[in-house]
């Protein structure tokens, strides 16, 4: 992040997770960056202006308290304004991509459930007139993605799943919430619908379980300067699958990494992995890296750089009333 304030710089380095889970979490970021609290609020909301920030909030592990899957479709040139615009018109589609490859506009799409989200896939496909390819989640070996925007690239922590816990309406209407972005003041939590103390208790409950895989401040990493980001998409045998995602998402560099179904006759790439560069050379310096992995050895990998970001939002968990 070059030519970017120092202070900024530590506040979106250093609280991308582990947002200080008390009654003022922007005091206690503000005691650490030795800054007053109402500046940390400040900067914040520049930040989010300028794009640079999508919210400050959470990130909920797929299928947990709702139903997500990664779909595709393939959109004739002449015709990518309109059916972007049908896609995100769509209220479950959180984020959407137009990537190299013929199937060439990429989007997460979630629902409250499993029903919701076959609707809304079979309405997109209606409404584009398009087949939609519907990459179900399988395994996740890293669903991060908060990672440092300066210094040395580190591997990611691998993703250890999650624990038993039986959610409530609240706690849906909670992660809702939390999806959609704290407001910016001195006592976020105090406004989520719930007592302040009884907030704090369950989305640390939520934590510990690992429903919620991320709390502190989700960026765009495009205004950032990350503007070569591709999914590499791998086509190995499955036996193969368990190690190779393992090694993957060890690799410094590779952001997010994740077993998908295939599509028979379509699409045969069940792994994935995110490459997040500050050019496309250093993007493709890391896939040589993952080619170059024993585990990965004879696999065929396709990357699919993003061209152009229509749109980033949180997940989609409860229906508003």
């Not at 530590?10 to 889970?21: A, I």
């Not at 989640?137 to 993703?159: E, Q, T, Y």
Request: hydrophobic letters at 50%; charged letters at 20%.
């Amino acid at each position: 992040m070059q030519g970017r304030d120092p202070i900024d710089t530590r506040l979106l380095d250093e609280f991308q997770r582990d947002l200080p889970l008390v009654e003022r979490p922007f005091a206690a970021m503000a005691a650490a960056l030795a800054i007053p609290e109402g500046d940390v609020i400040e900067r914040l909301a520049r930040l989010k202006a300028e794009g640079a920030v999508a919210r400050v909030g959470a990130t909920v592990r797929p299928n947990t308290a709702g139903a997500s899957t990664l779909a595709a479709v393939s959109v004739p040139t002449a015709r990518i304004e309109e059916v972007a615009a049908i896609v995100n018109a769509e209220p479950g589609v959180n984020h959407s991509y137009l990537r190299e490859d013929d199937w060439n506009l990429w989007f997460v799409a979630t629902a409250p459930d499993a029903v919701a989200l076959e609707a809304s896939l079979r309405r997109l496909e209606t409404d584009t007139g398009l087949k939609v390819l519907d990459l179900r989640l399988v395994r996740a070996f890293n669903i991060d993605l908060g990672f440092r925007l300066s210094g040395a690239r580190r591997a990611m922590a691998p993703d250890a799943g999650a624990r038993p816990l039986a959610l409530t309406e609240e706690d849906r209407a909670l992660l809702a919430n939390l999806s959609r972005g704290l407001p910016l003041v001195p006592r976020p939590f105090a406004a989520l619908g719930l007592a302040e103390a009884e907030a704090l208790s369950r989305i640390a409950t939520l934590l510990h379980a690992r429903v919620i895989t991320r709390l502190g401040v989700i960026v765009r990493h495009r205004p950032l300067g990350w503007t070569a980001n591709a999914m590499v998409v791998w086509d190995l045998p499955e036996p193969q699958i368990p190690a190779a995602g393992a090694a993957l998402s060890a690799l410094p560099g590779v952001t997010l990494c994740y077993q998908r179904r295939t599509a028979p006759d379509l699409w045969p790439f069940a792994l994935y992995s995110m490459i997040h560069g500050r050019s496309r050379a250093e993007a493709l310096a890391v896939l040589d890296q993952a080619r170059a992995l024993p585990e990965l050895a004879g696999a065929s990998a396709r990357p699919l750089f993003s061209t152009r970001c229509f749109k980033q939002t949180g997940a989609l968990i409860a229906v508003a009333a």
